[in-house]
């Protein structure tokens, strides 16, 4: 495994560059945030990234999409974090695919997949329950009642759970909260009756919702592949979102680094640039170590998932791990060395904090990520 | 890549051949060979494998064949480490030659110089020391005041340098010598290579907080260096030393990694698995088992880094700063999380009361506080990044 871009992937990552400078730039997201725009994503501009072939990106060629890979996704999640772009990258081409793609039946992934590519159909995986994340602790029950499912139970914090057109609902179909075992997926329009969504508001300014579930009916059919045996599976696709986010993430960090060492050369006090001052060139300097590694561990990651790689779990814990960190040690000295501006909302840094703080939350902080990493390597 | 497959297959039966079977046992301390005219061999198979390595130019396997290197590019010399790793090969030999002034020599030496120097490095036949640090110039190394006079056909030597690994046990010096008094101080260096058996030339060791070190304190009293011991131009020394300087943090920050470098090769895990006990075979404090585990995530990405750098093709330049600095660091942590979870075990100077592995921790753990320190100080380090990667102001 090279830690290297192939050409195609760099190509991707350029071409993602150019979008988010030239579409959607920091001020796309304050517009956004500032509008009522609900679902806190742009329609035009998803369209677009769907024309790219973004929303495809995972999705094997004979369902419509260009099987890129996680490196292709990530690279382009990089780019998009970097300008803070707000899409449904995450929540439907990487999660609502994974789940699909490996969980599903070849009847599912025909019915959903070509429409995800077509940018007709988002998704939403709803896994979280409690105030922190932790995969398997599921007590949303699902039981067969005649040729029906009944779900009930509750999701909390889903991604872009707002406007999604399907949701994906992780329920326990046997076995007790904390199990791997006798979990199970199954996919429910969000018209669905029994089907409580609410937006909630966060620091962020992205889409998120809380989920009550009551007697809610589905179909046989609404079931992802086998019952009670989505536990492994589902390990594996949100590793493949912690990759993903975790890209976005250095994304973010190198953003607000480089905005932040631009500061540090513009600004002067004391009659000089404050970047002279060895107290910040050497947080400075010790941040650019932290990114080099996070970098690192971020392309150790994706090209693990693509090669399949029985390193995957360790690695993508790592990543957001690491990504986690250096994101938080950078947006927190982003805003002390810009100092007075730095705290006010007309200065775009602190929307890198405010993104910073949720995103560590999405699919496990640094301690959870630590502790599974110590879990893994038999520490 | 079959061409590569190839030559895996040549150098795997080469190695089958030619590796003597003490060679693929783990090196003993008192068995580790760093060649050179008064070198002694405690195992009679290290001379035999440092001569067979050496004749083949595989102890410096990216070195051009002209100068009795391997000649071997980046992915054969991968292979040739990869199949030394497997069969446990020992290091045939530990040089400051090969690591340090050979790929310097190659870049400003002139030709007589390099077929003079590096083929007899190569074999092992003249060891080096590297004369830089002087007692009033450490990090602000440009101050150096020991001063060569030109002299016609030689330059006569007088002064002092310090922090000099092994000058006791080394047949010549690589040092940083004033030439130009006048010049502003980064301008008057030149680089010379001194023979250390030349009258005049004088050394006593040091001894560390860890107790006995290879460290030495070198005097030159009146030495003449032949003219043609001077490497490029002369009062342009400051760029070579440079570039020597990120050879040796390329080297130094290995050490960030488990088993690189200084050390004494514990594994922080095993050992804290080992004084702290296990429960469920899992480190049974706590908190203790939280910090190793940050420990060796860090470690775990930095590897990845030094990775991705050698993937990147990248040269020596401002990220071995990055290195050298991370690298360092990091193992100084380690021998704190060592020393920490061995309580009182890891505190024992001498054998009473102590096994030999428990007090080459506690030494170890002395040690590595000079390496954020030798080869430039982790300050310098981060100077260098807020300098000329961050491109910050003076």
Redesign the interface.
């Known amino acids: 495994m090279k830690l290297i871009l192939s050409e195609e992937q760099q190509f991707l990552k350029d071409t993602a560059q150019s979008f988010a400078r030239d579409k959607t730039p920091v001020t796309h997201f304050r517009e956004l945030r500032d509008s009522e725009n609900a679902q806190c994503w742009d329609e035009t501009i998803w369209k677009e990234m769907v024309e790219l072939g973004w929303s495809g990106i995972l999705v094997p060629e004979k369902f419509g999409g260009s099987d890129f890979g996680m490196a292709g996704i990530s690279v382009i999640m990089q780019e998009l974090g970097k300008t803070l772009t707000p899409s449904p990258i995450l929540s439907t081409s990487v999660l609502g695919v994974s789940s699909i793609n490996m969980l599903g039946s070849d009847k599912q992934k025909d019915d959903y997949l070509p429409k995800i590519v077509a940018g007709e159909l988002t998704t939403a995986l709803a896994i979280d329950e409690g105030n922190h994340h932790d995969p398997f602790a599921i007590e949303t029950t699902a039981i067969i009642d005649g040729d029906h499912w009944i779900l009930n139970g509750k999701k909390v914090f889903v991604v872009d759970g707002a406007s999604a057109d399907i949701i994906l609902l992780v329920a326990r179909t046997s076995g007790k909260s904390g199990e791997s075992n006798g979990i199970s997926v199954f996919a429910a329009n969000k018209d669905t009756t029994g089907l409580n969504i609410t937006k909630i508001s966060t620091a962020d300014s992205r889409n998120y919702a809380n989920i009550e579930i009551s007697d809610l009916k589905l179909e046989q059919s609404a079931l992802l592949g086998e019952q009670d045996l989505a536990g492994e599976t589902l390990e594996k696709i949100l590793d493949l979102g912690r990759i993903a986010i975790s890209a976005e993430m250095l994304g973010n960090t190198e953003e607000a680094f480089e905005v932040t060492v631009n500061y540090l050369k513009e600004r002067k006090q004391f009659g000089v640039q404050i970047g002279s001052f060895q107290a910040l060139q050497h947080r400075a300097a010790k941040m650019f170590c932290e990114i080099e590694l996070t970098k690192s561990a971020v392309i150790a990651a994706m090209h693990a998932a693509d090669e399949n790689s029985n390193e995957l779990e360790r690695l993508s814990s790592l990543a957001k791990f690491q990504a986690g960190e250096t994101l938080h040690l950078v947006s927190n000295e982003a805003i002390q060395m810009h100092g007075g501006i730095g705290v006010t909302d007309e200065y775009d840094i602190g929307f890198y904090l405010k993104r910073a703080r949720v995103a560590e939350q999405i699919f496990g902080t640094s301690e959870f990520h630590q502790a599974r990493y110590a879990d893994i390597s038999g520490f | 890549m079959e061409h590569l497959e190839q030559f895996r297959q040549e150098v795997r039966d080469w190695l089958e051949e030619n590796c003597p079977p003490s060679m693929r046992t783990p090196m003993v301390p008192e068995e580790e060979v760093w060649g050179g005219r008064n070198a002694e061999y405690v195992n009679p198979e290290s001379k035999l494998w440092l001569d067979r390595m050496g004749e083949k130019g595989w102890t410096a396997p990216n070195i051009p064949k002209e100068y009795g290197g391997g000649g071997l590019d980046r992915d054969q010399t991968k292979v040739l480490h990869q199949e030394l790793f497997r069969i446990n090969a020992r290091q045939p030999l530990n040089s400051f030659g090969i690591w340090m002034l050979a790929p310097c020599i190659i870049e400003f030496g002139s030709e007589e110089q390099k077929l003079e120097h590096i083929p007899k490095i190569i074999k092992g036949e003249i060891r080096w020391c590297q004369g830089y640090s002087e007692p009033g110039s450490g990090s602000d190394l440009a101050s150096l005041s020991t001063k060569a006079e030109d002299m016609g056909d030689h330059f006569l030597v007088n002064g002092q340098k310090v922090w000099t690994s092994y000058a006791d046990k080394a047949d010549w010096i690589f040092a940083l010598v004033r030439t130009g008094p006048k010049e502003p101080k980064h301008n008057g260096i030149s680089f010379l290579l001194i023979d250390m058996a030349t009258e005049g030339v004088s050394t006593k060791p040091i001894t560390l907080i860890s107790g006995k070190s290879p460290f030495c304190e070198t005097f030159f009293d009146n030495v003449k260096a032949p003219k043609e011991n001077l490497v490029g131009v002369e009062n342009s020394g400051w760029t070579i030393a440079k570039k020597l300087l990120q050879h040796e943090r390329n080297f130094i920050s290995n050490f960030g990694l488990a088993g690189g470098g200084t050390g004494s090769g514990a594994d922080v895990?095993n050992i804290a698995k080992k004084y702290l006990g296990e429960v469920n075979?899992?480190?049974a404090n706590l908190t203790h088992?939280?910090n190793?585990?940050?420990h060796?995530?860090?470690e775990?990405?930095?590897g990845?880094?030094l990775?991705?750098s050698g993937?990147?093709g990248a040269k020596a330049s401002a990220?071995s700063s990055?290195f050298k600095?991370?690298g360092t660091e990091h193992n100084k942590d380690r021998y704190e999380l060592m020393i920490a979870a061995m309580g009182n075990k890891g505190l024992g100077w001498t054998n009473e009361g102590f096994s030999d592995d428990e007090q080459a921790i506690t030494k170890a753990w002395l040690r590595t506080k000079a390496n954020s320190i030798e080869g430039g100080t982790s300050?310098v380090?981060?100077?260098v990044?807020?300098?000329r990667?961050?491109?910050?102001?003076?």
């Not at chain 2, 990667?389 to 003076?394: C, E, G, K």
């Open positions: 895990v075979g899992q480190i088992r939280e190793i585990t940050l060796k995530m860090k775990h990405a930095f990845l880094t990775q991705r993937d990147e990220a990055m600095y991370y300050e380090q981060l100077n990044i807020s300098r990667v961050l491109d910050l102001p003076n």
